[in-house]
DNA sequence: CTGTTAGCGCATTCAG
DNA sequence: CTGAATGCGCTAACAG
């Protein structure tokens, strides 16, 4: 890359200063109408864009945010990255990317590594392990997504509604035997919450709850659909579209075929497999719009840390 | 963020010159072995690390690098992300993170941000319609992945290699009767090279070719397989996972399972889905770590541009 | 070998 | 309303 223009640049050939140059960049008041139109002019023709460097150094901020992923091939926090990245870079601030893999240690690692760096502000992609003490620090310019934490902005999907709505749909369909497959409670959102207003609803309706609890992964819904079906079970509730998939493939196999599946998720693939399938979409994009929208509140002292809920919404 | 140390701060706290502090931090030679000890030593008690801005502004750069994916659920293209985050955090580059969704109107969007923001590098995922005089300016300093064109570097994957495993292997199985689900020609890698591929080995064993394009989601593939099964059809290559997805959709609802099916792309789920498919990998992994590793030598101008080719692998 | 000096491009006083 | 001067944190060129 040669030699860019300067704010110094500008200035000569517009006939001004350097301190007026920089005023019109930042829309300052103080620069008469006229003076203004002649320095965007002189800006515009040259496509001018001040140093981000030289910017930084003088105000602390360099405008980057750092985006901790769990997984890159995570379906849903896709969803919510893809919302998110155009927000971020509509207000000027680029986002680098960073996966956790799940390891809080290596959620440390890179915390370390921005401190260092010295970024605006992070959005992180929670799971279990990932404790307030450890983000306690950036309380005030991290957004915690699809998790919560004291005193620290979060940004959290309506585990309970998602259920209650597909339950109500099953219910309302005349299914009266509707089992459950799920996460194990040490993951609070998507694990016990999730499974407990499954609970929740089957007593208030007095249904028999009949649930399994094997993870998160395809594979254990595989091998563990089993347990839960019985002679009369006439649907089948899936925590995640994972789990739905490792049930769907068993179902396939042996020739199951007259069983309601319902799962929260909506990912696009599940949705091609099973355009039956009933699924609630916890609102990824959403999230995602809604997490860059608050850090860069926070950001510009705009905002305190708060918990957000987005709601489910049936598909 | 509270007052951060400078390296003034850490020149008076070791008793030595600002400039010998630099030329610790840089590993420069000229400083004594006892001076250069003593200034690691305040370095590390109080873990300072000198400023990103301040150094991009002296030194032209500021260690930063773009990536632009087609899209964030790409399979493939997150397996390469994911070996190329910890390549360049490595060297110390901090990659953004875009998305082009195919669309060069964005990716001319994004590469004009880019270079008003003045980034070291970038590593473009290719798709149908990127030309090289799009990319011309950034020749010394972009790295294109999955396609080639004249002049800037590329990491491309063995689309003819990764075809020819797959019918060696079908072939030496007994299959005499494969047909291929693949790409229009218009996208010229998985288009074109990959069913060039697959007519080449038919007519070199004398078989008959019976294929059928219709495009690369699991929707087309689906739709499409029939035109391609005959009652003596033993085995098909599909020419991407998506394909062969939306293939064994359609092979199940018939009930069709006497059908051996290959593919090129190793994602887990097909593996997950179908662990009896025989499939290549086309070296995602290695292509973002030699395309990560390319880029920063080019940056740093140890390397010229180059056209690399990831070989495939039989899993 | 080491300290001093002078900018890099910009935002921010401070005078006009 | 506007321009000149100052310094952000750092590296490079220059003296000791």
Redesign the pocket.
Same mark, same amino acid.
């Given at each position: 890359m040669q030699n /860019?223009l300067?704010?110094?640049d500008i200035a000569r050939l517009s006939?001004? $200063?350097?301190?007026?140059v920089? /005023?019109v960049?930042?829309n300052e008041s $103080?620069? #008469?109408q006229?003076? /203004?139109e002649r320095v965007e002019a002189v800006v515009n023709q040259h496509g001018f864009s001040? #140093?981000r460097s030289? /910017?930084a150094?003088?105000?602390q901020s360099d405008k980057v945010v750092a985006i901790i992923v769990s997984r890159l091939d995570s379906r849903s926090e896709n969803l919510a990255v893809q919302t998110m990245l155009p927000a971020f870079y509509a207000q000027g601030y680029d986002p680098i990317m960073m996966e956790s893999q799940f390891s809080t240690e290596r959620v440390e690692e890179h915390l370390q590594m921005l401190s260092r760096r010295n970024v605006d502000g992070i959005v992180l992609f929670g799971f279990t392990g990932v404790t307030q003490e450890l983000l306690a620090v950036w309380q005030s310019s991290l957004v915690l997504l699809a998790r919560d934490a004291n005193g620290i902005s979060s940004v959290c999907y309506d585990d309970e509604g998602a259920i209650r709505i597909l339950m109500e749909n099953l219910y309302a369909r005349g299914h009266r035997y509707i089992s459950f497959l799920g996460v194990p409670h040490c993951d609070i959102t998507t694990g016990k919450r999730r499974h407990d207003a499954y609970l929740a609803f089957c007593q208030q309706h007095h249904l028999e709850p009949r649930s399994v609890l094997p993870g998160l992964g395809m594979k254990q819904g595989y091998e563990h659909v089993a347990q839960v079906l019985s002679p009369n079970t006439t649907a089948l509730l899936c925590a995640t579209d994972s789990l739905a998939l490792g049930a769907s493939k068993y179902l396939q196999e042996q020739r199951i075929d007259n069983l309601q599946l319902a799962s929260v998720g909506n990912t696009p693939l599940i949705t091609f497999l099973h355009p039956e399938i009933i699924t609630v979409d916890p609102g990824y994009a959403q999230a995602g719009r809604q997490a860059a929208a608050q850090l860069i509140d926070q950001i510009n002292d705009r905002a305190s840390p708060r918990q957000i809920v987005v709601p489910a919404r049936l598909v």
């Open positions: /860019r300067t704010i110094k006939g001004v $200063g350097k301190s007026t920089s /005023r960049l930042n $103080g620069v #008469s006229h003076t /203004r001040p #140093s030289a /910017r150094m003088r105000g």
